[in-house]
C-alpha cells in the first residue's frame, strides 16, 4: 500500500472537526427548556461551599446533574428537584416554573432567601414541596393554588410571614407543616 502524503492532513482535520462541533448534551441543553430552566435555577445559588451543583453545565447531561430525577418514559423531563442539606445559598428562580412534569420539590436544609416565586404556582403537577429549614421570607403566594396536585406542603423553620393563602382552604393536603 502506496504512503498518502495528504493522510496526515486529513487526520488532523478530521480529529479537530469533532472537537468543533457541540456536544450532544450542549445541543439538547439548547433545545431543552427543562435544561435551561435547571441553568437559570441555578445561577440564582450565590454559594455551593461544597461544590455539589459543580456538574450542572452542558457537558453533563442535565438528567444526570446532582439532585435531579428525570421521567422515564418523557425523555429530559425533570420530576424531581432534591437538593437537600447542601448548605446552597441563593434565591429560588421563578424559572423553575418552566419544568412542567415536577412533581417534588426539596430544598430543605439550605440557606435560601427571598420569597417564594409566584410562578410556582404554574406547576400543576407538583404534588410534594419541602423548603423547611431556610432562610425564605415574606408571604406564601396565593398562586401556590395552581399546584392543585399538591398533596404535601413544608414550610416548617422558615422565616414566611403574613395570612396563609384563602386558596389553601380549597386544597386538600395530606401533610401541611409550617411554623
Not at 457541540?22 to 450565590?46: E, R
Not at 428537584?81 to 423553575?96: A, H, K, R, T
Request: glycine residues 8%.
Amino acid at each position: 500500500m502506496a504512503y498518502n502524503q495528504n493522510y496526515p492532513i486529513a487526520m488532523t482535520v478530521f480529529f479537530f472537526s469533532f472537537l468543533a462541533l457541540p456536544s450532544t448534551s450542549s445541543l439538547l441543553c439548547k433545545n431543552s427548556t427543562d435544561c435551561q430552566a435547571l441553568l437559570k435555577f441555578k445561577q440564582g445559588i450565590t454559594s455551593d461551599p461544597d461544590g455539589h451543583l459543580q456538574a450542572w453545565n452542558e457537558t453533563v447531561s442535565f438528567c444526570n446533574w446532582t439532585g435531579i430525577t428525570c421521567h422515564q418514559q418523557l425523555k429530559n423531563r425533570v420530576m424531581t428537584i432534591e437538593l437537600i442539606d447542601m448548605s446552597l445559598q441563593g434565591v429560588i428562580s421563578p424559572y423553575i416554573s418552566n419544568l412542567s412534569h415536577l412533581n417534588t420539590l426539596s430544598l430543605q436544609g439550605n440557606s435560601f432567601h427571598g420569597g417564594i416565586p409566584a410562578a410556582i404556582g404554574e406547576l400543576s403537577e407538583l404534588t410534594f414541596i419541602n423548603l423547611s429549614r431556610n432562610n425564605l421570607g415574606g408571604n406564601i403566594p396565593a398562586s401556590i393554588r395552581g399546584c392543585w396536585s399538591l398533596e404535601t406542603i413544608d414550610l416548617d423553620y422558615t422565616n414566611l410571614s403574613g395570612s396563609i393563602p384563602a386558596a389553601f382552604g380549597q386544597m386538600t393536603f395530606k401533610i401541611f407543616f409550617i411554623k
